[in-house]
Every structure is written in structure tokens, then in C-alpha cells.
């Protein structure tokens, strides 16, 4: 028995469970000062740095893991992360809507990806899936022409919400389909619905049109969805990461 090769994985389990404990207590401290200055709605800019290192933080962290292990399901989240970023990048600091959209939807095309390895789907599952979200896609497009609301930027949300909806669809219908699926595929799950519950927001908080078209509505977007967005955004980055990195074999 080779005693080295032994102690060498309980040292590595260990560093790894301090690292985790690290990254865990780092995003909470960072989300609750973020959440704290939205709430009192003082230093915006600040606010938004904490937001943007939290989610950097979380691409250290799984990045650190891949080169552990080098797994495919660590790159594929590490790539993820890599376009999480250059979105929120867009999005927090630019404030370039079209091209933080357009780097969700490679987000949304990876994750689409690691759930077909996570399922082995065969090639026909994933065709169909393909062939419907652009089927969706494409009479989304045929309303908003005819209603004279098709802009470039509903043009490009549009496609990323249906390839996220695809993916969800696929995710939880797995689950409840076989309902002895493992806490890895359910934690995975759950990180993927936090973030669908961040985007709805974020549709709610760009769709200004309804103000005027429905007026009973004007309460509702008055709330906060800033802060709603990212109660949902960082919880859901995090859980992401957190199963990459601890199934990072899987």
C-alpha cells in the first residue's frame, strides 16, 4: 500500500475544505454589505465593486479547482464563469446591455452543454431541444413584429431567456422524472433556478413599456429590483461553484 499517495489525498481533502470554508465566508461577508448599501441605498459605486469582485471570486475559486483536477465539468463551469464575468463586466460598468446579454447567451449555451454531460443525453435529446428553443424563439419574434415592439436588444433577451428556459426545463423535468437523483444533480438545480429567479427580475426591471400599457403595474416596478436581482444573483454563483468544485470529478 503506498502510505505517501494516501497522505498526499488527505492533505489535498483538507486544503480543499479550508479553501471552501474561505470562499463560502468570503461571499457571505460580501453579500451582506452589498445588500446592506442597496437597503440604504448609499455608495452605489462601491456596492457595485463588491458585486463585481464577488462574482470574480467565485472564477478564482473554480479555476483554482481545475487545475487540481483538470476535470471537464471544472472547465466547462470555469469557462462559464470566465463569460459570467465579461457579462457582468458589461452590464455593471458599461452598462452595455446588448453585449452583456450576448455573453449570458454563451453562458447559456455552456450550461446547456454540461447538463447534456451531466444527463448523457444522446444526440437526439439534444437536437430537439435545439430545434424547439429555436422554434420558440422565432414566434416570439413573429409577435413582437407584429405588435411593432421588436428592438434589437428584445431581439437578443429574447433568445437568451429561451435557451435558459430550455435548460431548466431539461434540468427539473430530469429530476422529477426520476425522483432518486443524486444531491449532485438537485444542488445543481437549485443553483440554476436561483439564477432563472435573478433574470426574471431582470426582465421586470427592463420592461418600461408595461408602465404605460399597464398602469395597475406601476407599484410593482417601483420595488427595488436592483437589490432583488442580486438577492438571487450572488446565492445562485455560488452554488454553481460550489458544485463544480465539489463534484469536480463527476
Known sequence: MNYDTKDEKTVNIGNQDKIV????????ILYISFLLLDLLSIASTFSNILKYSSICICLLFVSNRFFVCKSKSAGIMMS???FTVIADTFLIFCISFEFGVGAFIIVQILYSIKIRCMHQDDCKK???????????WNLFILVMKN??????IVVIASLYFTIFTGNMIRVWFGIVRDKKRSFYESSFAMGLLFFYLCDINVGLKNISMIESLIPYLNRLLAVNFGFIIWLFYLPS???????????CDE
Open 21 to 28: 470554508f474561505v470562499f463560502v465566508m468570503l461571499e457571505i
Open 80 to 82: 462559464i464563469l470566465i
Open 126 to 136: 439534444y437536437m430537439f431541444e435545439v430545434f424547439g428553443v429555436a422554434f420558440l
Open 147 to 152: 405588435l411593432n415592439l421588436l428592438t434589437p
Open 237 to 247: 454563483q455560488v452554488i454553481l461553484s460550489l458544485h463544480s468544485v465539489i463534484y
